[in-house]
């Protein structure tokens, strides 16, 4: 059969637009605040019978491996989302945007949990990242964050980008 040239029976190739710091402090703030609702639901469910949920809820200082254990859990929550959501949570479903393995299929659990643990990364040293790797030396914020990099994923704007079919 001979190709006639009709672009309509060619299939669009991928393409892949990142969702602008914008979007992605909005996803934060929103993920982050839900979060913190639902853990403070819990640690108020728990409170009589976990010493830690008390600890925290009367607002003492927690130490550093408690810290960590929040943002682990943290990391979790976001990761369990992605997941079910195939690589959305709920700030990024407020922004149209969606997390993608680099080959703009949605991430899948490992690729999200992956993703969750890199995040236990204290922020500080993803500042370091920034003034050492960026390619905007004007701006804290890195190009490219550490849980994207190194999970191969990025956070793409669903209105810009035409994404593979799965």
């Given at each position: 059969?001979?190709?006639?040239?009709?672009?309509?029976?060619?299939?669009?190739?991928?393409?892949?637009?990142?969702?602008?710091?914008?979007?992605r402090?909005?996803?934060?703030?929103?993920?982050?605040?839900?979060?913190?609702?639902?853990?403070?639901?819990?640690?108020?469910?728990?409170?009589?019978?976990?010493?830690?949920?008390?600890?925290i809820?009367?607002?003492?200082p927690?130490?550093?491996?408690?810290?960590?254990?929040?943002?682990?859990?943290?990391?979790?929550?976001?990761?369990?989302?992605?997941?079910?959501?195939?690589?959305?949570?709920?700030?990024?479903?407020?922004?149209?945007t969606?997390?993608?393995?680099?080959?703009?299929?949605?991430?899948?659990?490992?690729?999200?949990?992956?993703?969750?643990?890199?995040?236990?990364?204290?922020?500080?040293?993803?500042?370091?990242?920034?003034?050492?790797?960026?390619?905007?030396?004007?701006?804290l914020?890195p190009?490219?964050?550490?849980?994207?990099?190194?999970?191969?994923?990025?956070?793409?704007?669903?209105?810009?980008?035409?994404?593979p079919?799965?």
């Amino acid at each position: 059969m001979e190709y006639n040239g009709n672009p309509l029976d060619e299939k669009p190739t991928a393409q892949l637009v990142q969702a602008g710091y914008g979007k992605r402090f909005i996803n934060y703030c929103v993920d982050f605040l839900l979060f913190c609702m639902l853990a403070s639901f819990m640690l108020l469910l728990l409170r009589p019978v976990y010493p830690l949920a008390d600890k925290i809820m009367s607002r003492q200082p927690i130490s550093f491996p408690e810290q960590m254990m929040m943002t682990f859990f943290y990391g979790l929550y976001i990761s369990l989302m992605e997941t079910v959501l195939k690589g959305k949570s709920v700030g990024k479903f407020i922004t149209g945007t969606r997390a993608v393995g680099i080959n703009g299929l949605p991430v899948n659990g490992q690729l999200a949990f992956l993703r969750g643990l890199i995040r236990m990364i204290p922020f500080p040293f993803e500042q370091v990242s920034a003034l050492s790797f960026s390619v905007q030396p004007t701006t804290l914020l890195p190009p490219y964050p550490w849980h994207d990099r190194w999970s191969r994923t990025l956070v793409i704007d669903e209105s810009k980008s035409v994404l593979p079919k799965e």
